[in-house]
């Protein structure tokens, strides 16, 4: 059964960068299933950030193009997120997850989340 | 178009049919994921595509689409139902993700 877990800094100060990144086990980043992040504000709705194909083809939300970074790295089993120029508005609970193959469905398995705040 | 409408909240008697809707222009075109998701957990997926529920998921969640309208039926809904409602479906592109902004079910 695959799992995956986040990990980063729990705080980022304004005007700086996101780093986070998930590990999964119980199976493998190569196959044919996609991964996204996604994030929820405290008290708020979900959205989904991007995702990444183990080819390392992405897409991210057009509402965050030009601060997002999705990679993809095969040999630790992992994928990561890169968000820039955070604002306050960036704070939330960032979910990695598993989708379907051939992105039929997003989020099938999904990480704990791990909030992250933006302030100084 | 890349909005998707939910009523923010709705509620059931326990054991009674309840069905939640998600509006779209995208949904003419691509199939609604539906997510239950519970205070401080992540979210699950319960139902997805032409009515496809992963493992595990009972019998009683249901999904249909009409139009530019998805929706979620609960059949005989239950004390543990209760939460958070997302349906999400790929844009008109078919590149990206969206959400619905959630529905608050409770079962009374």
């Known amino acids: 059964q695959v799992q995956l877990q986040e990990s980063g800094p729990g705080l980022v100060k304004p005007s700086g960068t996101l780093s986070l990144t998930c590990a999964v086990t119980?199976?493998?980043?190569?196959?044919?299933?996609?991964w996204s992040w996604l994030r929820q504000p405290p008290g708020k709705g979900l959205e989904w950030i991007g995702d990444?194909?183990?080819?390392?083809?992405?897409y991210s939300t057009p509402s965050l193009m030009g601060r997002v970074t999705i990679s993809v790295d095969k040999s630790k089993n992992q994928f990561s997120l890169t968000l820039t120029s955070v604002t306050a508005a960036d704070t939330a609970v960032y979910y990695c997850?598993?989708?379907?193959?051939?992105?039929?469905?997003?989020?099938?398995?999904w990480g704990r989340g791990i909030l992250v705040t933006v302030a100084s | 178009s890349s909005e998707l409408t939910q009523d923010p909240a709705v509620s059931v008697a326990l054991g009674q049919t309840v069905r939640i809707t998600c509006q779209g222009h995208?949904?003419?075109?691509?199939?609604a994921g539906w997510y239950q998701q519970k205070p401080g957990e992540a979210p699950i997926l319960v139902v997805y595509g032409q009515n496809i529920r992963p493992s595990g998921i009972p019998d009683r969640f249901s999904a249909s689409r009409s139009g530019n309208t998805a929706s979620l039926t609960i059949t005989g809904a239950q004390a543990d139902d209760e939460g958070d409602y997302y349906c999400?479906?790929?844009?008109?592109?078919?590149?990206?993700?969206?959400f619905g902004g959630g529905t608050k079910l409770t079962v009374l």
């Open positions: 995208s949904l003419n075109f691509n199939f």
């Open positions: 999400n479906s790929r844009d008109t592109t078919g590149d990206f993700w969206v």
């Open positions: 990444i194909f183990h080819s390392g083809t992405t």
């Open positions: 997850a598993r989708d379907l193959p051939r992105r039929e469905a997003a989020g099938e398995s």
């Open positions: 119980g199976a493998s980043v190569s196959t044919t299933h996609w």
